[in-house]
Protein backbone atom coordinates (compact mmCIF):
# COMPACT_ATOMS: atom_id res chain seq x y z
CA UNK A 1 0.00 0.00 0.00
CA UNK A 2 2.67 2.44 0.89
CA UNK A 3 5.14 1.85 -2.10
CA UNK A 4 1.81 2.62 -4.15
CA UNK A 5 0.98 6.09 -2.33
CA UNK A 6 5.15 6.88 -2.44
CA UNK A 7 5.73 5.91 -6.32
CA UNK A 8 8.07 3.02 -5.45
CA UNK A 9 6.54 0.52 -7.31
CA UNK A 10 7.33 2.42 -10.59
CA UNK A 11 10.75 3.31 -9.57
CA UNK A 12 11.15 -0.75 -8.66
CA UNK A 13 9.75 -1.80 -12.13
CA UNK A 14 11.87 0.49 -13.94
CA UNK A 15 15.17 -0.52 -12.11
CA UNK A 16 14.12 -4.15 -12.95
CA UNK A 17 13.66 -3.45 -16.30
CA UNK A 18 16.87 -2.49 -16.33
CA UNK A 19 18.74 -4.87 -15.54
CA UNK A 20 18.44 -4.48 -11.75
CA UNK A 21 18.18 -7.55 -9.61
CA UNK A 22 15.16 -8.16 -7.23
CA UNK A 23 15.35 -9.67 -3.59
CA UNK A 24 12.24 -9.91 -2.05
CA UNK A 25 11.60 -11.86 0.75
CA UNK A 26 8.13 -12.38 3.02
CA UNK A 27 6.01 -9.40 1.89
CA UNK A 28 8.94 -8.42 -1.05
CA UNK A 29 8.48 -12.34 -2.38
CA UNK A 30 4.52 -11.77 -2.44
CA UNK A 31 4.35 -8.64 -4.29
CA UNK A 32 7.31 -9.81 -7.29
CA UNK A 33 3.60 -12.16 -7.81
CA UNK A 34 0.39 -11.71 -9.43
CA UNK A 35 -2.09 -11.36 -6.29
CA UNK A 36 -1.24 -10.32 -2.90
CA UNK A 37 -4.42 -12.12 -2.30
CA UNK A 38 -2.15 -15.28 -1.94
CA UNK A 39 -0.35 -13.90 1.15
CA UNK A 40 -1.04 -15.16 4.49
CA UNK A 41 -3.14 -12.33 5.29
CA UNK A 42 -6.50 -10.95 4.60
CA UNK A 43 -6.98 -7.74 3.00
CA UNK A 44 -6.88 -5.14 5.42
CA UNK A 45 -9.09 -3.06 3.70
CA UNK A 46 -6.88 -1.53 0.97
CA UNK A 47 -8.42 -0.55 -2.63
CA UNK A 48 -4.98 -1.03 -4.52
CA UNK A 49 -3.75 -4.75 -4.94
CA UNK A 50 -1.49 -3.99 -7.40
CA UNK A 51 1.57 -6.21 -7.49
CA UNK A 52 5.07 -6.04 -9.22
CA UNK A 53 3.83 -8.80 -11.37
CA UNK A 54 7.35 -9.99 -11.77
CA UNK A 55 6.22 -13.77 -11.61
CA UNK A 56 2.62 -14.63 -13.80
CA UNK A 57 1.43 -16.40 -10.96
CA UNK A 58 0.93 -15.83 -6.87
CA UNK A 59 3.47 -16.39 -3.91
CA UNK A 60 2.71 -17.54 -1.03
CA UNK A 61 5.80 -16.95 1.63
CA UNK A 62 6.50 -18.89 4.75
CA UNK A 63 5.24 -22.33 3.41
CA UNK A 64 5.19 -25.08 6.45
CA UNK A 65 7.19 -27.57 6.03
CA UNK A 66 6.11 -30.01 8.40
CA UNK A 67 3.76 -32.49 6.54
CA UNK A 68 0.97 -32.01 8.76
CA UNK A 69 1.15 -27.69 8.79
CA UNK A 70 1.55 -27.62 5.11
CA UNK A 71 -1.63 -30.62 4.71
CA UNK A 72 -3.39 -27.96 6.16
CA UNK A 73 -2.11 -24.60 4.41
CA UNK A 74 -2.67 -26.84 0.91
CA UNK A 75 -6.47 -26.25 0.71
CA UNK A 76 -6.58 -22.79 1.15
CA UNK A 77 -4.07 -22.69 -1.23
CA UNK A 78 -6.53 -24.48 -4.00
CA UNK A 79 -9.39 -22.41 -2.86
CA UNK A 80 -7.32 -18.81 -3.64
CA UNK A 81 -5.75 -20.36 -7.10
CA UNK A 82 -9.52 -20.81 -7.91
CA UNK A 83 -10.63 -17.72 -6.92
CA UNK A 84 -7.60 -15.98 -8.19
CA UNK A 85 -7.43 -17.84 -11.17
CA UNK A 86 -3.74 -18.01 -10.71
CA UNK A 87 -1.38 -20.67 -9.79
CA UNK A 88 0.59 -20.38 -6.46
CA UNK A 89 4.34 -20.33 -6.20
CA UNK A 90 4.54 -21.43 -2.09
CA UNK A 91 7.78 -20.91 -0.51
CA UNK A 92 9.17 -22.85 2.68
CA UNK A 93 11.48 -20.28 4.59
CA UNK A 94 15.08 -20.35 4.02
CA UNK A 95 14.07 -21.23 0.47
CA UNK A 96 14.24 -19.42 -2.91
CA UNK A 97 13.16 -19.20 -6.29
CA UNK A 98 15.80 -17.03 -8.98
CA UNK A 99 14.05 -15.71 -11.86
CA UNK A 100 15.99 -14.34 -14.95
CA UNK A 101 13.89 -13.12 -18.25
CA UNK A 102 11.34 -16.25 -18.13
CA UNK A 103 13.33 -18.99 -16.66
CA UNK A 104 13.43 -19.97 -12.62
CA UNK A 105 15.65 -21.15 -11.07
CA UNK A 106 16.10 -23.04 -7.79
CA UNK A 107 18.01 -21.19 -5.42
CA UNK A 108 17.34 -23.71 -2.11
CA UNK A 109 14.45 -26.35 -2.26
CA UNK A 110 11.62 -25.90 -0.10
CA UNK A 111 9.12 -24.85 -3.61
CA UNK A 112 5.62 -26.04 -4.12
CA UNK A 113 3.77 -25.35 -7.04
CA UNK A 114 0.11 -24.68 -6.04
CA UNK A 115 -2.58 -24.82 -8.32
CA UNK A 116 -6.55 -25.26 -7.93
CA UNK A 117 -8.22 -23.98 -11.51
CA UNK A 118 -9.81 -26.19 -13.67
CA UNK A 119 -11.53 -28.32 -11.41
CA UNK A 120 -8.31 -30.57 -10.10
CA UNK A 121 -6.04 -29.39 -7.50
CA UNK A 122 -2.45 -30.16 -7.47
CA UNK A 123 0.24 -29.48 -4.70
CA UNK A 124 3.93 -30.58 -5.96
CA UNK A 125 7.27 -29.88 -4.88
CA UNK A 126 9.51 -27.70 -7.47
CA UNK A 127 12.55 -30.13 -8.40
CA UNK A 128 15.98 -28.03 -8.40
CA UNK A 129 17.68 -27.42 -11.42
CA UNK A 130 18.14 -24.41 -13.76
CA UNK A 131 15.56 -24.26 -16.58
CA UNK A 132 12.56 -24.60 -14.79
CA UNK A 133 9.62 -23.34 -16.26
CA UNK A 134 5.88 -24.64 -13.50
CA UNK A 135 3.00 -24.96 -15.10
CA UNK A 136 1.38 -21.20 -16.11
CA UNK A 137 -1.93 -22.24 -18.00
Same mark, same amino acid.
Given at each position: /??? /?????? =???? @???????????????????????????? @??????? *????????????? /?????????????????????? =???????? =?? @?????????? *???????????????????? =???????????? *??
Amino acid at each position: /HKL /HQSGYF =EFIR @ERVASGIPYVGFSAGAVIAGASISTSNI @ENKGYTD *LDTLRFLPYGVNA /HFPSSPSDRDNRIPVLWAVSRR =EDTGIIAI =ED @EAYLILRGDT *LSVGKPGLWFIDGRGGETTA =EPIASGNGLRPP *LS
